[in-house]
T-cell receptor, first 114, second 114 residues
Framework: GDSVTQMEGPVTLSEEAFLTINCTYT??????LFWYVQYPGEGLQLLLKATKADDKGSNKGFEATYRKETTSFHLEKGSVQVSDSAVYFC?????????????FGSGTQLTVLP | DAMVIQNPRYQVTQFGKPVTLSCSQT?????MYWYQQKSSQAPKLLFH???????NEADTPDNFQSRRPNTSFCFLDIRSPGLGDAAMYLCATDTGTGAYNEQFFGPGTRLTVL
């Protein structure tokens, strides 16, 4: 079935370091792909999305490119800040009854040190 | 601002004592979801409503029930909470139409079972 595989965490970086969090997917067809972020004690927020192959989603300095040839949607940021410390989830919508549920990767805990 | 609201943010209950968690939305979305998220794990879908149509995930325990009296509100009832039900419960919504729609999450209710 459709699924996402996310790199094992946690990740600890110094401020202004470069970030990559790997995500690969298995899917029938070409679904949308999402990155969600969860700050401590809060719900999930959509960080960015891509709806078709070669699309690049971007938001708050984060980017991810939907690559069909490698079935990947890696999250990158050129210079992380302490405020980026959070858990990041890659997600894929799959059909579930009458709607589309999200299947999530395992999550990557990012800690950015000053 | 249109949003997804969950009350209460923190709920403490006793082992076996029924508890109800609440979710409301001002987005007028067709679909409402309930996820369970245990510590350091990805959210796991319990069930969802598409309008009044209830869809239960196959592995959701019978102990968990849901009600959606109208478009705006959805409730999660845990009939006899066990220690293993302590978790963050997340409500989410989407339009239910199209292949690209994102889900909008509430801030979550953290349930403690004593």
């Amino acid at each position: 079935g459709d699924s996402v595989t996310q790199m094992e965490g946690p990740v600890t970086l110094s401020e202004e370091a470069f970030l990559t969090i790997n995500c690969t997917y298995t899917a029938t067809g070409y679904p949308s792909l999402f990155w969600y972020v969860q700050y401590p004690g809060e719900g999930l927020q959509l960080l960015l999305k891509a709806t078709k192959a070669d699309d690049k989603g971007s938001n708050k300095g984060f980017e991810a490119t939907y690559r069909k040839e490698t079935t990947s949607f890696h999250l990158e940021k050129g210079s992380v800040q302490v405020s980026d410390s959070a858990v990041y989830f890659c997600a894929l919508p799959i059909s579930s009854g009458s709607a589309r549920q999200l299947t999530f990767g395992s999550g990557t805990q990012l800690t950015v040190l000053p | 601002d249109a949003m997804v609201i969950q009350n209460p943010r923190y709920q403490v209950t006793q082992f076996g004592k029924p508890v109800t968690l609440s979710c409301s939305q001002t987005l007028n979305h067709n679909v409402m979801y309930w996820y369970q998220q245990k510590s350091s794990q990805a959210p796991k879908l319990l069930f969802h409503y598409y309008d009044k149509d209830f869809n239960n995930e196959a592995d959701t325990p019978d102990n968990f029930q849901s009600r959606r009296p109208n478009t705006s509100f959805c409730f999660l009832d845990i009939r006899s909470p066990g220690l293993g039900d302590a978790a963050m419960y997340l409500c989410a919504t989407d339009t239910g139409t199209g292949a690209y729609n994102e889900q909008f999450f509430g801030p979550g209710t953290r349930l403690t079972v004593l």
